[in-house]
């Protein structure tokens, strides 16, 4: 059984801030890769930011230069920064977790969601 337990998201004028927290506790055996995705009404979920164990980053093309991703492998935590938000930004972003079980076997866990929302 795996939890991720998330903290942040709120409410923000554009160009504010905001920092995103995500934990995974459980029985994952070993974390590949930790990161976000996010939803908007009527939009498909699209990839914000990920890091892998080993440190390799990747962004959307549309939040690259604003937002940054770390990690604390001991904790298996996340972070995401995200500085000069937009309106395009607002969304309800989505903890993500790729793990690999003891078999070897590939499993993808997902955190409950946190609303972040920009007003002009």
């Known amino acids: 059984q795996v939890q991720l337990v998330g903290s942040g998201g709120g409410l923000v004028q554009t160009g504010g801030s905001l920092r995103l927290s995500c934990a995974a506790s459980?029985?994952?055996?070993?974390?590949?890769?930790m990161g976000w995705y996010r939803q908007a009404p009527g939009n498909q979920r699209e990839l914000v930011a990920t890091?892998?164990?080993?440190?390799?980053?990747n962004y959307a093309k549309s939040v690259k230069g604003r937002f940054t991703i770390s990690k604390d492998n001991a904790e298996n935590t996340v972070y995401l920064q995200m500085n000069r938000l937009q309106l395009e930004d607002a969304a309800v972003y989505y903890c993500y977790v790729r793990g690999r079980e003891r078999d070897g076997a590939y499993r993808d866990y997902w955190g409950q969601g946190a609303q972040v929302t920009v007003s002009s």
């Open positions: 890091i892998t164990v080993g440190g390799d980053t």
């Open positions: 459980g029985s994952i055996f070993s974390v590949l890769t």
